[in-house]
């Protein structure tokens, strides 16, 4: 057999598994994740991989030609305070810079929580104010030395945070995206007082301007590298003991791989790991499919994701959330809502409520048995007959449809005076537009119309809900992926090796600037772009990929002046002459008008081009995909059941994996039951298969909105 | 729209609805903030609603709370006024005297038409940099009548039937010293508009114009009757409270009495302010509509934790006051300073009230806090910018002020504000990158925050001095500076006053080539001077430092109650100095421990100072063995327990030791110990007027600190209830 990519996503639940054989030929696994031992859940699907192929784990590994993953370390060791204790070095005047939050109060909760003025608090720092010490030294706005570092000043600073309790170090000092110097001779500073200490500075980490988001960036990466170090050489190790010849890859934030050696140095760009890899699977279908702008939803238990795919790139934002922190990093931008099938149902006051509130995994759902007693989407979805009871994670799991009627007839149907039916397609119908009103939100804070993209739906309840809310959203297309169960790990398995760097440097033109050429110097702004390439490449050559091969894309932050809000705008590779930046403001004007109306363009306060960035990407070679298996000969019949829908039964066709053969035409009402989820194809909708094995939905009188 | 005609709406589509509601809100305001080109608006110094046909509030964001109420003022005196409301009509107002905190915040308001009928009405704020004036930045402290301060703009059509009125628009932006600032905030409010507008039609094509009415109704009586609930829960009364407002005089620093009396009955409140003294040109008068502003600012954040907010929290109160009172200025005063002047300590005045009335219920003591945001520092600098371009700038730093303590937790340290839950200040380097104005340091100050059992929260403060530019000059004004309006409550004490300090020519420069960060204005050479509360124009040279400090949050209880472990914490973050923590909270530590034995001692000897200090009251004292109060004893709060006596009469008891007082009469506070609280447990960071002193009342037996007022040295202050 010939070479193989593996891709693992270790999530919190479940590690998936997908394997691309050298013929596109996709296969999908699944195991329980170990939380304390992530490696034997990836042995674990990589057991059942090979013996799918007829071979040892050894054989599998040894064919591999790629291994990447994805992780939750990251996340859990902020999630579950396992950071290291990281000593904060600031510029003398502003050690208070994290506890004073810029005095935001609100950072990372929803308007609900901010109502709440009497339990409204700021949030538990990355270090406490003991572990931030002040030295002497002052840069200003221009890089200038106002005050020299005062050496013996910091030298004592050091020891005193080491004598603290300090195991890792942090240094974000004012301006130092301007002017390293003095961050640079701190680290050596530090070398020196506490030998073998890792120490990240905020010049290299993350050279933008903002103090409040650079100092929380730079302290939380210094503590999460010893935990995402240890993890990372310990999946190597047991790895490479099952056979594995190459160093694994892992999954960054804003979509790309990089090897794990070194990746410590970067820790806090690796929280989104996981999720964001389900996005760049939607970019890489959608880029065969031909889909240019793409809604990717994934809705599990407990939560709703929503990515955006413009223009064939996953839109990525300069920071993420985790909890109420925000990594400052270039992260694919994923919005989340508590909205799953595990959200609560509730009535107050005669009103009927669908979450934030969720049952979690414990105790779950009322269906699920485990002593649940209130109502959940799942039930709701269960009593309308859109769930078999039967066949829920491919029969692992036997669903209750008596209590979860009974959860919804006590909780929603009784206090409401409705029938049980009513009540769940009212939970149903309530779930559904909350989703459809957020995805609207993330599409219109782009700038654009939900209408004009095509929705991809994956994740456990995704597939069972996107008919509807794609429906309500007025979207024309809606495509389950044949890798719905184990996207993110697809979405790994097809990523490139990336690197993305990025520098605050602000030019501005002046009030009134009528040639923005004569404003911004073509050959300045080929400096700073051409600056930030070299780092970009650089990365890339340290990470073992050959800069000549790297795919290079510019992009500028820009606003209009005395403005906050920035819009990205992407530029040829440099030079540049005047023209170019006249064509680049151009392009500015033209989105900003586009986003915010005609004639909303507040020219006459000039412009202000605050960072730039370079993503450079070096392809993987990877087939192309295959032909996905005809129909078996002997699929079964398509079954019937009954379905609420529109506060009426109908009977809508079941089927299985076995009819979904390229070509296959599925008019709704139907339900598609895979191992992992179930789709659901409405009334008045048809579904199409994708000569891949993806699942279309649209408006049955076909090319019609869905 | 009456409520008679309300259709069948199940709850499904009301839930719906509900949260397209709110989606279509936030995709409004995102429109706005995106589109404005201010720095003000950045900082959430706006709002965006959606008020029904009447011009209730429907649906309100977290922005600034103040002018919420406002815009729902504005649209009734368009409804007022006009009879020819159309479709595609936006209204514009500014008028302070009729529905504007001031002249800074401009409204404007769309009314929604579906099927010819109007159901809603969109509104947006935000506060303009420059409507001309006296002062760059409209915001004339030293302004004597309102013709000195910027243009008001009387309730009208800024854009007809979809036609902009130019010339209105043109008038207006000719009036700014920053009109392309002004122009694109305008042009932000009508792109926010038009995407709430259309999102709306979208609904009302889907639902009908009456489900989406309907809603909004049901919502907001959904938030009354919560409301009603609550408050018929608690016990009639009258509850009082008063602050002042201090503003420099010809001599000296005068005192704007503001007085809140709240009476609750049944299920209504009402807040009247008549006996707060008469407005008087100079800084600080506010009109009704920032008074009244306040108060719904005060219900949101008093009673809104678990209601949905809407004008169902306004429905049950009333706000009592005649015209041209400080609190209700009319023309000529100048109210420009009105957004957060007399009407910000009526604000104190009523969460004085607030706190004293459901202090009474143990369900909702949780919700009690005291005088809430004491002072808006106003901190404006203009000139010329490093650039060699004119410049105004607003720091919005001042917003980082300590938050009021609770029953249940300290207050929020530097951003506690009430007035703005979601917002905050810019970066640093933000900052620079746009004004000519260095940072020497911005950093929480220690003990600022009041203390008590829960501390009230510290405040910042932040210093600067010119930078590439020899042109920089400030307009520095507040109140707050020779009292704290921010009084604690149940034996807490105040927090910090606001403060604005300069250093004249200092030696910056030589001290920053040697190397030095100087960290107290003292090591900076020059001359040190304290402004006073307020300054128009004053001159910043290279070389001058400037300082602002917050007014804080009081505290909740007695500090000398208050866990020595959370004092330990403070001191190793540094909020709380070895001084306090030995003097006033009366923790010792040795080692990086508390020494508890020690704290036990250092606490009695306190106690005996209070006891020595302390006038006892001139009613009899109790036996000591005198039994304690009945199980059916009403708390107030921690310091009071209301109940009956051994002869069965009804008796105040100490709520800390259980002795009783005496009898309940007019004034509780005749039956407490008093002091006057020392200038070493007040700390070096408040001062008090030369008519006023910090007051304390003591439990004559166990000398808990009961209640911490700041009253006339001669003359009582009004009871704190009569129920």
């Known amino acids: 057999m010939g070479p193989v990519m593996i891709a693992s996503d270790i999530g919190g639940t479940f590690t998936d598994t997908v394997t691309i054989e050298a013929d596109g030929r996709v296969g999908r696994y699944k195991a329980p994740t170990v939380p304390d031992d992530p490696a034997a859940g990836v042995l674990a699907t990589l057991a059942l991989a090979a013996a799918d192929g007829g071979e040892t784990t050894p054989a599998l590994l040894g064919r591999a030609a790629v291994f990447a993953h994805g992780t939750t370390v990251a996340t859990n060791a902020m999630l579950e305070g396992k950071r290291a204790r990281v000593g904060l070095l600031q510029t003398r005047g502003f050690g208070d810079t994290l506890p004073i939050m810029r005095g935001f109060k609100s950072l990372g909760l929803d308007e609900a929580r901010i109502k709440d003025f009497r339990n409204l608090v700021k949030q538990e720092l990355v270090t406490p104010r003991r572990l931030i010490a002040e030295v002497t030294e002052r840069v200003d706005y221009r890089g200038r030395v106002v005050v020299a570092l005062d050496e013996a000043d910091a030298r004592a600073a050091v020891r005193r945070l080491r004598e603290a309790g300090a195991e890792v170090y942090a240094v974000s000092l004012l301006w130092s995206f301007k002017n390293d110097r003095h961050e640079r001779r701190l680290a050596a500073i530090i070398a020196e007082e506490a030998p073998g200490a890792p120490v990240t500075l905020s010049c290299d980490l993350m050279p933008r301007l903002g103090e409040y988001r650079r100092s929380v960036t730079t302290a939380l990466n210094a503590s999460l590298r010893p935990v995402l170090g240890r993890a990372v050489r310990s999946l190597e190790g047991r790895l490479a003991a099952a056979g594995l010849a190459l160093p694994p890859l892992l999954m960054q934030s804003h979509g790309g791989l990089a090897p794990v050696d070194g990746i410590d140095r970067v820790a806090a760009s690796t929280v989104m790991s996981g999720p964001v890899g389900g996005v760049v699977a939607c970019t890489r279908l959608g880029a065969i499919a031909g889909h240019r702008n793409i809604v990717a939803t994934d809705m599990g238990g407990t939560s709703f994701e929503v990515g955006l795919i413009l223009d064939g790139e996953a839109h990525i934002a300069n920071s993420t959330w985790v909890g109420r922190h925000e990594i400052a990093l270039p992260s694919v931008s994923v919005r989340t809502v508590g909205a799953g099938s595990g959200s609560l149902a509730r009535v107050a006051a005669g009103m009927l409520r669908v979450g934030p509130e969720s049952a979690g995994a414990v105790p779950g759902p009322a269906c699920y048995g485990a002593g649940g007693s209130e109502p959940t989407v799942a039930d709701a979805d269960l009593v309308l007959g859109y769930l078999n009871p039967e066949n829920f994670l491919g029969g692992r799991m036997r669903l209750d449809r008596a209590l979860a009627r009974r959860a919804i007839e006590t909780h929603v149907a009784a206090p409401l005076g409705m029938s049980a039916e009513q009540a769940a397609e009212g939970i149903k119908t309530i779930v559904d537009a909350r989703l459809a009103d957020l995805i609207r939100n993330a599409t219109v804070e782009q700038g654009y119309d939900p209408a004009d993209f095509v929705l991809y739906a994956y994740g456990g309840a995704g597939p069972t809900h996107a008919f509807s809310y794609g429906a309500e959203l007025g979207i024309a297309e809606i495509v389950v992926p044949a890798t719905a169960s184990v996207h993110s790990a697809y979405g790994i398995a097809v990523s490139d090796l990336m690197v993305a760097e990025e520098l605050s440097d602000p030019m501005m033109s002046p009030p009134g600037t009528e040639d923005y050429a004569a404003a911004i110097p073509p050959a300045a702004l080929t400096a700073r772009l051409e600056r930030v390439a070299a780092r970009a490449r650089d990365k890339l050559a340290r990470a073992g990929a050959e800069p000549a091969r790297a795919v290079l894309a510019y992009a500028v932050e820009m606003r209009f002046r005395f403005q906050i809000h920035v819009l990205h705008v992407r530029l040829p590779a440099p030079p540049f002459d005047a023209a170019a930046v006249r064509a680049l403001v151009g392009r500015f004007i033209e989105a900003y008008e586009a986003r915010f109306g005609a004639g909303s363009a507040f020219t006459a306060a000039g412009i202000e081009l605050t960072t730039f960035r370079v993503v450079a990407r070096v392809p993987l070679e990877r087939p192309p995909p295959a032909r996905a298996p005809e129909a078996a000969r002997d699929a079964p019949a398509p079954g019937r059941r009954e379905v609420y829908q529109g506060g009426a039964w109908r009977e809508a066709a079941v089927l299985g994996p076995a009819h979904l053969a390229p070509g296959a035409r599925i008019e709704g009402l139907a339900i598609v039951e895979m191992p992992d989820t179930t789709i659901v194809i409405g009334a008045g909708q048809a579904g199409r298969v994708d000569p891949h094995g993806n699942l279309v939905i649209t408006r049955a009188a076909s090319g019609g909105r869905a | ?723």
Not at chain 2, 31 to 60: K, L, R, W
Not at chain 2, 223 to 251: N, T
């Open chain 2, 1 to 723: 729209m009456t409520s008679d005609r309300t259709p069948a709406l199940d709850p499904v589509t009301y839930e719906v609805i509900r949260h397209k509601l709110w989606s279509v809100n936030e995709e409004g305001s995102a429109t706005m903030i995106h589109v404005s080109g201010s720095p003000v608006v950045h900082a959430t110094d706006y709002n965006f609603g959606i008020y029904t046909a009447e011009g209730e509030m429907a649906v309100i964001g977290v922005y600034l709370l103040v002018p919420i109420y406002t815009g729902s003022m504005a649209i009734r005196e368009f409804l007022g006024r006009f009879d020819d409301i159309a479709d595609g009509d936006v209204f514009i107002i500014n008028d302070p005297y009729l529905a504007a905190e001031h002249q800074n915040d401009v409204q404007f308001c769309a009314p929604f038409f579906h099927d010819g009928r109007l159901v809603a009405w969109i509104g947006c704020m935000a506060h303009q940099v420059d409507l001309g004036g006296m002062d760059a930045g409209s915001w004339c402290p030293t302004a004597t009548d309102v013709y000195q301060e910027g243009l008001r703009i009387p309730p009208g059509r800024i854009v007809r039937r979809g036609e902009v009125n130019r010339e209105l628009w043109d008038v207006i932006v000719a009036n700014s010293r920053m009109p392309f600032t002004v122009s694109n905030d305008f042009t932000a409010f009508l792109a926010g508009l038009r995407v709430a507008r259309q999102r709306l039609a979208e609904l009302a094509g889907r639902y009908g114009g009456e489900a989406i009415a309907a809603v909004m109704r049901r919502s907001i009586e959904g938030s009354e009757r919560q409301l009603r609930d609550l408050l018929r829960g608690l016990p009639d009364g009258v509850f009082e409270h008063v602050s002042y407002l201090d503003r420099p005089a010809p001599e000296g620093t005068a005192l704007v009495r503001v007085h809140c009396r709240m009476e609750k009955r049944g299920e209504e409140l009402v807040f009247d302010f008549d006996g707060s003294d008469p407005q008087s040109a100079g800084y600080g008068m506010a009109t009704r509509a920032g008074t009244v502003g306040a108060v719904a600012t005060l219900m949101l954040c008093l009673f809104g934790s678990g209601i949905p907010w809407n004008h169902g929290l306004m429905r049950p109160v009333r706000v009592v006051a005649r015209d041209g009172l400080c609190v209700t200025a009319v023309p000529p005063i100048p109210v420009s300073g009105g957004a957060a002047g007399a009407n910000w300590v009526a604000m104190s005045a009523a969460a004085g009230c607030g706190a004293k009335l459901v202090s009474f219920s143990p369900a909702h003591a949780g919700l009690a806090f005291g005088p809430g945001d004491g002072s808006w520092q106003l901190a404006q600098f203009g000139g010329i910018n490093q650039y060699g371009e004119p410049f105004a700038a607003m720091y919005l730093d001042s917003l980082l002020w300590g938050g009021p303590a609770f029953a249940f937790r300290d207050g929020v340290d530097s951003g506690g504000a009430m007035v703005i839950l979601g917002g905050g200040t810019q970066d640093v380097e933000q900052q620079e990158v746009g004004q000519p104005l260095l940072y020497l340091w911005r950093r929480e100050v220690p003990d600022s925050g009041g203390a008590g059992r829960h501390r009230g929260g510290n405040g910042i403060e932040y210093a600067m001095t010119p930078i590439d530019s020899a042109d920089v000059s400030g307009v520095l004004a507040s109140h707050g500076i020779r009292l704290p309006n921010r009084t604690g409550i149940f034996g807490g004490y105040p927090g910090a006053c606001a403060r604005f300090e300069m250093v004249r020519g200092s030696e910056l420069a030589r001290l920053h080539a040697a190397g030095c960060s100087p960290t107290r204005l003292g090591e900076a050479g020059g001359r040190h001077e304290v402004l006073a509360g307020v300054s128009s124009g004053v001159p910043v040279r290279p070389g001058d430092i400037v300082n602002i400090r917050m007014q804080n949050g009081g505290g909740y209880g007695d500090p000398l109650d208050r866990d020595p472990a959370a004092v330990l914490r403070d001191l190793a973050a540094g909020s709380v100095s070895p001084r306090a923590a030995r003097a006033v909270y009366g923790v010792a530590v040795a080692g990086g421990a508390v020494d508890a034995p020690a704290t036990a001692e250092l606490r009695e000897e306190l106690r005996a100072q209070r006891r020595r200090e302390m006038r006892l009251p001139d009613a009899p004292q109790a036996p000591s063995g005198a039994p304690p109060p009945d199980a059916s004893a009403v708390p107030w709060g921690e310091s009071l327990l209301l109940g009956r006596g051994a002869t069965g009469d009804a008796a105040v008891h100490c709520g800390h030791c259980s002795t009783p007082l005496g009898t309940p009469g007019a004034d509780w506070r005749r039956l407490a110990g008093v002091r006057a609280l020392p200038p070493a447990e007040l700390g070096g960071l408040i001062e008090v007027h030369e008519a006023l002193e910090a007051r304390q009342y003591l439990c004559p037996r166990c000398a808990a600190s009961l209640w911490v007022e700041v009253v006339p040295r001669a003359g009582e202050a009004p009871p704190d209830f009569a129920i």
